[in-house]
């Protein structure tokens, strides 16, 4: 009994549900550590992982997130979108440069 719950265990995680499709950088999941410890719990996909984020080199841009205008002034891509991230307690979110 014990195997064939682990097999049926392993088999869902082997499926895992990811079709490999593009991912909506803007939607909202649960924030790295990092954000979390500063107070951040959501994130916008793109913004997830803030060692990406917060070590963004490229060059500035003026961007828009879902509240509003931003400027970047130092961008990053994701899934082939340039932007940054910008914070509104809890939330962080990705600007796309215009």
């Known amino acids: 009994m014990r ?4 097999a049926l265990v392993l088999s869902a995680f082997a499926c895992g549900g ?3 499709g593009p991912i909506d950088v803007h939607a909202l999941a649960a924030c790295d550590a990092a954000w979390i410890r500063n107070g951040y719990t959501e994130c916008e996909a793109a ?4 060692t990406i984020a917060l070590g963004a080199m490229g060059v500035a841009c003026q961007a828009h997130t879902s509240r509003g205008a931003v400027s ?3 961008t990053f891509m994701f899934e082939g979108v340039t932007g940054c991230c910008a914070s509104y307690t809890p939330q962080v979110l ?4 215009d």
């Open 94 to 97: 990705f600007g796309e440069c």
């Open 72 to 74: 970047c002034s130092k």
């Open 47 to 50: 913004c997830v992982n803030s």
């Open 18 to 20: 990811d079709d490999g």
């Open 3 to 6: 195997s064939i719950v682990l």
